[in-house]
Antibody, heavy 119, light 110 residues
Framework: EVQLVESGGGLVQPGGSLRLSCAAS????????MSWIRQAPGKGLEWVAN????????NFLDSVKGRFTISRDNAKNSLYLQMNSLRVEDTAVYYC????????????WGQGTLVTVST | QSVLTQPPSVSGAPGQRVTISCTGS?????????VHWYQQLPGTAPKLLIY???NRPSGVPDRFSGSKSGSSASLAITGLQAEDEADYYC??????????FGGGTKLTVL
């Protein structure tokens, strides 16, 4: 059974940093692109970043470029999102999701972890 | 402002048919990229409902169907049931922005 479990969310002040983790199991992690997708309270879904199977290609939402970094450790079946210079508007539930091959959407999602940026 | 445009809400009585539209542009849906639909029940993660315009993952009832024409797509739900009450999102790939979503549509079963 495919499982994605996020951790690392919490309350942080504006300008602060946070590192999210996603532990994957039930599939060959190293064979899939992986994404982070977020949802602000009461709002819609917003793709944040994704990373290629071997980490050699990464893409980011314009508003997080230069502030967020995505990485993965295939030996540990883990995905990460390093978030720096956090802003109030980054407050959201952050989901880890597995990209489906050939851009057929995201077939599996974690339960999400809440990041709150506030004073 | 989402890249893909959906109506904020739709509603229907049990047993009825409802449709949810999703309008994009020549850089995403109109460029030939597939449209995917997600169902998000309250307090849960989104679930893939339709992929590549009209395909259902295993386990999704055939009451749910998708279609695409030009730069627009639609999700249809027939035989509406109370448990279908949820938020629905369309998604596609965009040449310049990577993955993009619609703003979401809240389905109310009357």
């Amino acid at each position: 059974e495919v499982q994605l479990v996020e951790s690392g969310g919490g309350l942080v002040q504006p300008g602060g940093s946070l590192r999210l983790s996603c532990a994957a199991s039930g599939f060959t992690f190293s064979s899939y692109w992986m994404s982070w997708i977020r949802q602000a309270p009461g709002k819609g879904l917003e793709w944040v970043a994704n990373i290629k199977q071997d980490g050699s290609d990464k893409n980011f939402l314009d508003s997080v470029k230069g502030r967020f970094t995505i990485s993965r450790d295939n030996a540990k079946n883990s995905l990460y999102l390093q978030m720096n210079s956090l802003r109030v508007e980054d407050t959201a539930v952050y989901y880890c999701a597995r990209d489906t091959p050939n851009k057929k959407g995201h077939g599996y999602w974690g339960q999400g972890t809440l990041v709150t940026v506030s004073t | 402002q989402s890249v893909l445009t959906q109506p904020p809400s739709v509603s229907g009585a049990p047993g009825q048919r409802v449709t949810i539209s999703c309008t994009g542009s020549s850089s995403n849906i109109g460029a030939g990229y597939g449209v995917h639909w997600y169902q998000q029940l309250p307090g849960t993660a989104p679930k893939l409902l339709i992929y590549d315009d009209s395909n259902r993952p295993s386990g999704v009832p055939d009451r749910f169907s998708g279609s695409k024409s030009g730069s627009s797509a639609s999700l249809a739900i027939t035989g509406l049931q109370a448990e279908d009450e949820a938020d629905y999102y369309c998604q596609s790939y965009d040449r310049s922005l990577s993955w993009v979503f619609g703003g979401g549509t809240k389905l109310t079963v009357l």
